[in-house]
């Protein structure tokens, strides 16, 4: 709904499954170590083919402002719940620790989300995004793993000089429940891209992702890749 302003109101809901994916029912393989305590253990990865879908219900409700010709917000506030949820048990059955997706019942979401652009001029635009949010249990209120309360990313778009365009995003995480850690440690990582437009058809890119070589995880036993660059080339027909 237009409230006028520039302001718009939008209020949905919806109800949607989420089938498991091939991996989640029939992946069987050997996947690294684990770290359990002072131990370092084999992580296995098996699939289960008895999972049922994951029934997941919304509702979101957001509001958009142009504040200005070159500044604009978007608040939305979110509520989802779970049924079935599709969630990774691991447990130690031996010399091993096995990593199993099961349907682990009901679950909640909440939270709200900032988004903010501004163009500080015809070649710049600054952009930032925040969540917060709750993730838990329905039934035991517990908090789930991985799923971190705070999310933060400020990216800057600029077109330089002789077609060259550049984007830099800085991303982070906050602490999050791990399998083996009552918290995974929270992160702070960099991407850059520089691209150069050769003519109207053919352009190239240079990725840099995670920059500056931040050793991290988002999840128990799954580090993240280092420093990691690559290339493309674009041709448009």
Request: net charge neutral; charged share 25%; glycine share 6%.
């Amino acid at each position: 709904r237009d409230m006028g302003h520039g302001r718009t109101f939008r209020l949905s809901a919806g109800q949607a499954y989420r089938a498991p994916n091939y991996s989640e029912q029939y992946i069987n393989a050997d996947i690294g170590t684990a770290q359990v305590g002072p131990f370092t253990m084999p992580l296995r990865a098996q699939g289960n083919r008895d999972l049922e879908p994951e029934l997941i219900s919304s509702i979101e409700a957001a509001i958009a402002h142009n504040v200005s010709a070159t500044m604009r917000y978007d608040l939305t506030f979110y509520y989802n719940r779970s049924k079935d949820r599709i969630d990774r048990q691991v447990t130690i059955p031996g010399a091993f620790v096995l990593a199993q997706p099961v349907n682990e019942g009901r679950s909640i979401a909440r939270g709200v989300e900032l988004d903010m652009r501004k163009d500080i001029n015809e070649k710049t635009t600054l952009g930032f995004n925040y969540t917060f949010q709750r993730v838990y249990d329905k039934d035991t209120d517990e908090t789930l793993l991985y799923a971190p309360k705070h999310q933060i990313n400020f990216h800057v778009e600029a077109t330089l000089p002789c077609r060259w365009s550049a984007y830099w995003l800085t991303h982070y995480v906050s602490d999050r429940r791990g399998d083996f850690q009552d918290s995974l440690g929270s992160f702070v990582v960099h991407d850059l891209r520089l691209a150069r437009a050769v003519s109207k058809t053919v352009s190239f890119a240079v990725n840099v992702y995670n920059l500056f070589d931040k050793e991290y995880a988002e999840s128990d036993a799954y580090p993240m890749p280092e420093r990691t660059a690559t290339f493309e080339t674009t041709i448009k027909f």
